[in-house]
């Protein structure tokens, strides 16, 4: 029975996006699931998911759902979207009563009265919710797969300002383990052709699994400017997607795996001259491998090349240079993360890297060159006349490990990773050579200059050591 001054949210959608009958919802949801593979050996510490008509949506959203175990009792569960039906500024939860199904009631975790009490950013406010659908169609998905009990954390994004998923990120960080679930709701192109929508949804997909922010908010503008027919927005809940990616980009532990695409083309009820895009995206914790990682001489010589064909045909404003991936290496298509640093006769001109573990190495040594060249912050961009004085180094970076004690670190062999809270930075083991510190220098340096959090704040600091494999074009001899 309700208490009082409770305020049960009343289904918004039902008999539009999905049906309004139990007995239909559970057979409808049972087709989709039953066609739904399980893909990931690692469990979702967070899923995107679609939110359209289940007729058009509804099976890459169970697709996203089978990879959770059914059995497992979740602390909490965040769900995430952004408002499609009134404008606002901040995020607006719902703290009070429960939501409404036909399959059923779901409580509100106690959490989220908390969470406003305790953020700004976030507000008690039930209006935003009423006949938002975003967050309403994934809650049957929920109560069909999960067998054990459980309360939402219900949390609409308003506006279209980078402040508030930076701002909302901050104050959810502290709840992604493994214990919690973040179910971030959206669709992504919204009515370009079937051809363009795929296009322009590989390319968010492939911006994701960068694990950054930045690269996913160049992907977004990118396609909106990029004179697509007809397309609206690359990315329908662009503001729910940041945020999650606010909270894992500090994290090299999370990677992002796709695990369904369709469109609304490729549903029985649309058509191909207008659709909208559907991704089943998961944010798992990397588990190490013990296996080892080598680049032959010919893995590197294409790389190198790769790096400068890329920044070659950028700066001189020529379409991104396509290598045939048939004819790569499987090592230069496995996930790893790495950093490409340039130099001008000795100075260093530029040094941008990922720790990516869910993009191909080519793809992130691409990246990463145009990065290096033109958006280090520390350095005017690269010209096109300047390259031809540019050298150009690449480093491969290995899996993380964290450390329990910094006499673990070897000089010369590890690089470091320094985390605390929202903050981060590292150093590539050639540093430690490069500048001849000692221990504690290389640690004092990254935690102070890199991290941001003073000399000392290494010590009550998470630390991660890695390896590198690298090498340059004078060692590889192309210049």
């Given at each position: 029975?309700?208490?009082?001054?409770?305020?049960?949210?009343?289904?918004?959608?039902a008999?539009?996006?999905?049906?309004?009958?139990?007995?239909?919802?559970?057979?409808e949801?049972?087709?989709?699931?039953?066609?739904?593979?399980?893909?990931?050996?690692?469990?979702?510490?967070?899923?995107?998911?679609?939110?359209?008509?289940?007729?058009?949506?509804g099976?890459?959203?169970?697709?996203?759902?089978?990879?959770l175990?059914?059995?497992?009792?979740?602390?909490?569960?965040?769900?995430?979207?952004?408002?499609?039906?009134?404008?606002?500024?901040?995020?607006?939860?719902?703290?009070?009563?429960?939501?409404?199904?036909?399959?059923?009631?779901?409580?509100?975790?106690?959490?989220?009265?908390?969470?406003?009490?305790?953020?700004?950013?976030?507000?008690?406010?039930?209006?935003?919710?009423?006949?938002?659908?975003?967050?309403?169609?994934?809650?049957?998905f929920?109560?069909?797969?999960?067998?054990?009990?459980?309360?939402?954390?219900?949390?609409?994004?308003?506006?279209?300002?980078?402040?508030?998923?930076?701002?909302?990120?901050?104050?959810?960080?502290?709840?992604?383990?493994?214990?919690?679930?973040?179910?971030?709701?959206?669709?992504?192109?919204?009515?370009?052709?079937?051809?363009?929508?795929?296009?322009?949804?590989?390319?968010?997909a492939?911006?994701?699994?960068?694990n950054?922010?930045?690269?996913?908010?160049?992907?977004?503008?990118?396609?909106e400017?990029?004179g697509?027919?007809?397309?609206?927005?690359?990315?329908?809940?662009?503001?729910?997607?940041?945020?999650?990616?606010?909270?894992?980009?500090?994290?090299?532990?999370?990677?992002?795996?796709?695990?369904?695409?369709?469109?609304?083309?490729?549903s029985?009820?649309?058509?191909?001259?207008?659709?909208?895009?559907?991704?089943?995206?998961?944010?798992?914790?990397?588990?190490?491998?013990?296996?080892?990682?080598?680049?032959?001489?010919?893995?590197?010589?294409?790389?190198l090349?790769?790096?400068?064909?890329?920044?070659?045909?950028?700066?001189?404003?020529?379409?991104?240079?396509?290598?045939?991936?048939?004819?790569?290496?499987?090592?230069?298509?496995?996930?790893?993360?790495?950093?490409?640093?340039?130099?001008?006769?000795?100075?260093?001109?530029?040094?941008?890297?990922?720790?990516?573990?869910?993009?191909?190495?080519?793809?992130?040594?691409?990246?990463?060159a145009i990065?290096?060249?033109?958006?280090?912050?520390?350095?005017?961009?690269?010209?096109?006349?300047?390259?031809?004085?540019?050298?150009i180094e690449?480093?491969v970076?290995t899996?993380?490990?964290?450390?329990n004690?910094?006499?673990?670190?070897?000089?010369?062999?590890?690089?470091?990773?320094?985390?605390?809270?929202?903050?981060?930075?590292?150093?590539?083991?050639?540093?430690a050579?490069?500048?001849?510190?000692?221990?504690?220098?290389?640690?004092?340096?990254?935690?102070?200059?890199?991290?941001?959090?003073?000399?000392?704040?290494?010590?009550?600091?998470?630390?991660?050591?890695?390896?590198?494999?690298?090498?340059?074009?004078?060692?590889?001899?192309?210049?």
């Open positions: 029975m309700n208490k009082p001054n409770q305020l049960d949210r009343q289904p918004a959608v008999g539009q996006f999905y049906p309004d009958s139990k007995a239909l919802l559970e057979k949801l049972k087709s989709y699931f039953d066609s739904a593979k399980q893909t990931l050996a690692e469990q979702p510490l967070a899923l995107i998911v679609p939110h359209a008509g289940y007729v058009f949506s099976l890459v959203a169970a697709s996203g759902y089978r990879q175990d059914r059995n497992k009792k979740y602390k909490h569960i965040f769900l995430i979207g952004s408002s499609h039906t009134m404008f606002f500024n901040g995020a607006a939860v719902y703290t009070k009563g429960a939501f409404i199904t036909p399959l059923g009631r779901i409580p509100i975790d106690p959490l989220a009265e908390k969470l406003v009490k305790e953020n700004s950013i976030l507000t008690d406010n039930p209006e935003p919710h009423l006949k938002e659908h975003s967050l309403e169609v994934q809650l049957p929920l109560q069909y797969w999960l067998k054990k009990e459980f309360s939402i954390i219900p949390i609409v994004i308003g506006g279209e300002s980078q402040t508030t998923p930076t701002l909302l990120a901050e104050a959810l960080e502290p709840y992604f383990t493994p214990d919690n679930l973040f179910i971030i709701s959206s669709d992504f192109s919204h009515y370009p052709s079937y051809d363009d929508a795929k296009k322009t949804d590989d390319d968010m492939h911006a994701i699994a960068t950054s922010p930045v690269e996913f908010m160049k992907a977004k503008i990118r396609n400017n990029a697509i027919d007809d397309l609206a927005t690359a990315m329908c809940g662009w503001t729910s997607g940041l945020t999650l990616l606010k909270i894992t980009e500090n994290k090299p532990q999370i990677s992002y795996k796709t695990i369904m695409y369709r469109n609304s083309g490729d029985p009820y649309g058509g191909k001259d207008r659709v909208v895009g559907y991704w089943a995206i998961a944010a798992v914790q990397q588990v190490t491998q013990g296996n080892e990682f080598n680049l032959t001489d010919s893995d590197k010589h294409e790389l090349i790769l790096a400068r064909k890329t920044i070659t045909n950028h700066l001189n404003g020529r379409p991104l240079y396509t290598p045939d991936e048939a004819k790569l290496s499987d090592a230069l298509k496995t996930n790893a993360g790495a950093f490409v640093t340039l130099h001008n006769h000795g100075r260093l001109r530029g040094c941008i890297g990922n720790f990516s573990t869910s993009t191909p190495l080519y793809r992130v040594v691409m990246a990463m990065s290096a060249a033109t958006e280090d912050y520390r350095f005017e961009s690269v010209t096109a006349e300047e390259l031809k004085d540019i050298d690449i480093s970076l899996p993380m490990k964290r450390i004690h910094v006499e673990e670190i070897e000089l010369g062999r590890h690089g470091i990773y320094i985390k605390k809270g929202i903050h981060s930075g590292t150093f590539l083991p050639q540093v050579k490069e500048t001849n510190w000692s221990l504690q220098e290389f640690l004092g340096h990254c935690a102070r200059d890199k991290a941001g959090i003073g000399w000392d704040g290494w010590r009550d600091a998470e630390i991660y050591t890695y390896e590198a494999i690298v090498f340059d074009e004078k060692q590889m001899g192309l210049r």
